[in-house]
């Protein structure tokens, strides 16, 4: 999403994975490779900010279905 606001982000992450016991999230450092891997936090979301590497705000999280 194109928002750092943890209502539209982190918050709907974790209801869809309270919600569903057929979804599970990825690492996604398991999926991307290079420069991006410095932008993936602890939890494992691809987030991007202003402030690092002037890029626009963007939060990206990898979901699958077992």
């Known amino acids: ?3 750092t606001m943890r209502a ?3 918050e709907v992450v974790t209801d ?3 919600g569903r ?3 599970l999230r990825q690492d ?3 999926v991307l490779s290079g420069a991006a891997c410095a932008f ?3 939890a494992g979301a691809l ?3 202003p402030h690092r ?3 626009d705000g963007f939060y990206a999280v990898r979901l699958l279905r077992r």
Do not use: I, S
């Open 1 to 3: 999403v194109c928002t």
């Open 47 to 49: 987030r991007t900010q």
């Open 8 to 10: 539209e982000n982190e």
């Open 28 to 30: 996604a450092r398991d």
């Open 21 to 23: 016991a057929d979804v």
């Open 40 to 42: 993936v936090d602890d």
């Open 16 to 18: 869809v994975l309270q």
């Open 53 to 55: 590497g002037g890029l």
